[in-house]
Nanobody
Framework: QVQLVESGGGLVQPGGSLRLSCRAS????????MTWYRQAPGKEREWVAG????????NYADSVKGRFTISRDNAKNTGYLQMNSLKPEDTAVYLC?????????WGQGTQVTVSS
């Protein structure tokens, strides 16, 4: 059974940090590129960051560049999103996605709320 399970979300003050995890099972995670998206209430889903299957290349949305870092540990079948200098506008449900070979897998999301 294919699964992506996010964790690590929560409530944090502006300027704080969180580290999201995305644990994969049921498929060969190391063969898939991974992407983080987010969706705020009333807004469209937004691409946040992506990383290649081997972790050799990363890309970021301009809105998070310099503050967020995407990474992965294929030995642990887990991807990460380190989020620093968080802002209220980063508040959203964060979802991880794994894609390759015409397949697209999604997690259920984890809520991140940035508020004082």
């Amino acid at each position: 059974q294919v699964q992506l399970v996010e964790s690590g979300g929560g409530l944090v003050q502006p300027g704080g940090s969180l580290r999201l995890s995305c644990r994969a099972s049921g498929f060969t995670f190391s063969s898939y590129s991974m992407t983080w998206y987010r969706q705020a209430p009333g807004k469209e889903r937004e691409w946040v960051a992506g990383i290649t299957s081997a972790g050799t290349s990363t890309n970021y949305a301009d809105s998070v560049k310099g503050r967020f870092t995407i990474s992965r540990d294929n030995a642990k079948n887990t991807g990460y999103l380190q989020m620093n200098s968080l802002k209220p506008e980063d508040t959203a449900v964060y979802l991880c996605n794994a894609h390759a070979f015409g397949r697209n897998y999604w997690g259920q999301g984890t809520q991140v709320t940035v508020s004082s």
